[in-house]
């Protein structure tokens, strides 16, 4: 099994900060790709910022300038450092994992989720 725990959010006042960070374990045999969405209520669930492995991280527009994500390769981790926030920036955050697994003698690649952190944005 695979799990991914995150911490972090809570309630900040507008021009606030918060980090969240989310660990991957578990029977793992490579991370491809890992970063952070969100849903809002009544909205569908939009990307954030992903890193996929060996590559750059993709940022929603929405977010560029004000949000950094950080990957550890090597503990399987990503933090999303949000700055500047905004009322609009409230949501529940998942964390997001595309990860391999060995299954007999070969991979299989799926998409995994976190629970879900709140982050709500006072003005």
């Known amino acids: 099994q695979v799990q991914l725990v995150e911490s972090g959010g809570g309630l900040v006042q507008a021009g606030g900060s918060l980090r969240l960070s989310c660990a991957a374990s578990?029977?793992?045999?490579?991370?491809?790709?890992m970063g952070w969405y969100r849903q809002a209520p009544g909205k569908q669930r939009e990307l954030v910022a992903v890193?996929?492995?060996?590559?750059?991280?993709n940022y929603a527009d929405s977010v560029k300038g004000r949000f950094t994500l950080s990957r550890d390769n090597a503990k399987n981790t990503v933090d999303l450092q949000m700055n500047s926030l905004k009322p609009e920036d409230t949501a529940v955050y998942y964390c997001?994992?595309?990860?391999?697994?060995?299954?007999?003698?070969?991979?299989?690649?799926?998409?995994?989720w976190g629970q879900g952190t709140q982050v709500t944005v006072s003005s």
């Open positions: 997001y994992a595309l990860i391999s697994k060995m299954i007999v003698h070969s991979t299989r690649t799926y998409i995994y």
């Open positions: 578990g029977s793992i045999f490579s991370v491809n790709a």
């Open positions: 890193l996929p492995s060996g590559g750059s991280t």
